[in-house]
């Protein structure tokens, strides 16, 4: 009754011991909100960006319930996503964020236009193209880290002043997925990155080179831009058996603000398939009318691949050990969403199946079964 938590101590409270046992006595006979903070500050409050928090979903009325509640503990960041502060530059502009976007939509109701991206996970950047000295107004809509969507307050962009003649501009570059070096299959969808939105791509000056022989050029293959006009993803077959070279020439790359990339040479090995090891299952006890994520990850619980289907196969393993793991997507949103107390919503479940995996090379690993109903 003393909700929310963030800024009203509790009524009745416990702390737990060394294992996590709590008792709460002598209430009045009613029924309560039952709910967990990791107290880090011993404040008595909840403090949403560095505790964690449990809650019982239900009610619990003191008069009758004599059930030992078992509470999971999750993070869940819900202070109101803002604006922290701005980084106006002569070419650029910023908005820096309290926390990491997904999506974002701007509008331009005066009928102006600045091209702009999502840069650091938190910072929106806005482009200048041309000399003006005009405030553009920009009205912002994100999606934020939790998949809510939140409209920001109306930002006036407004560039710095130039001093000198030339206008100082960051450098350009670009990354890819794989990066450079780095084994790919024959079948695979590569993904280069740039740090600027770009103006013009030359797809007839870009090739690929399979085994130092045969040249295709980039126009050959389904290209597909992300809406920031940064991110490129381009889905390749090839018949290379031992390495494929990307070749992207000096000039053949140039952003919005009118430069362009070195000479580019990018290098990789094609997989062998001995090297890698193959993984395959199916989920056990699934609801029909249930979405499902399956995800293998390391040791140190980094993702190394995803699939939303039973059966699964995941392939192309690099020899090591690994976690198999469910999670019961609620909301089919095809990723794992945190809980959030002040809407009495519990996190989506994560179903581990209890043992490290020896994932070997050139070995495939069958009937791999996960259960949606977890392991006791």
Request: glycine content about 4%; charged content about 25%; proline content about 6%.
């Amino acid at each position: 009754e003393t909700l929310p938590i963030t800024q009203q101590k509790p009524i009745y409270f416990s702390r737990t011991d060394s294992s996590g046992y709590f008792s709460i006595e002598n209430t009045n006979i009613k029924e309560y909100k039952l709910m967990a903070v990791e107290d880090k500050n011993r404040n008595m409050l909840y403090n949403t960006k560095e505790e964690s928090i449990g809650l019982v979903t239900s009610p619990v009325n003191t008069g009758t319930d004599t059930t030992r509640f078992d509470i999971n503990m999750f993070l869940s960041d819900i202070t109101p996503l803002k604006v922290q502060r701005t980084l106006p530059k002569v070419n650029n502009y910023s908005l820096v964020l309290n926390r990491n976007i997904e999506d974002l939509e701007v509008n331009f109701p005066n009928n102006d236009s600045l091209p702009y991206l999502i840069e650091n996970g938190n910072q929106i950047k806005f482009y200048k193209t041309e000399i003006h000295s005009d405030t553009t107004l920009a009205q912002v809509t994100v999606i934020d880290s939790l998949g809510k969507k939140v409209e920001l307050a109306p930002s006036k962009i407004a560039f710095q002043v130039a001093r000198g003649k030339d206008r100082v501009k960051d450098p350009f570059s670009m990354s890819t997925n794989p990066e450079s070096n780095k084994p790919i299959s024959k079948v695979y969808s590569y993904r280069m990155t740039f740090n600027k939105p770009i103006l013009k791509f030359d797809e007839s000056q870009v090739i690929l080179i399979a085994d130092s022989l045969t040249h295709q050029p980039l126009s050959e293959m389904s290209l597909s831009w992300n809406k920031y006009k940064n991110v490129l993803t381009i889905p390749v077959s090839t018949i290379a058996k031992d390495t494929l070279k990307w070749e992207l020439p000096k000039g053949s790359v140039i952003s919005i603000e009118g430069d362009t990339l070195p000479q580019v040479v990018l290098k990789h090995p094609i997989m062998k398939d001995d090297d890698y090891g193959t993984l395959q299952g199916i989920i056990q006890d699934r609801d029909s009318s249930q979405h499902y994520v399956v995800e293998l990850v390391t040791e140190q619980f980094k993702v190394l691949q995803s699939t939303y289907s039973s059966p699964y196969t995941f392939r192309n393993i690099p020899q090591g050990k690994y976690y198999l793991r469910l999670i019961i997507d609620e909301n089919g949103n095809k990723r794992w969403d945190t809980g959030d107390a002040q809407q009495n919503r519990q996190p989506e479940s994560i179903i581990y199946l209890p043992d490290l995996m020896l994932i070997k090379s050139n070995f495939e690993l069958n009937d791999v079964n996960i259960s949606a109903k977890g392991y006791k």
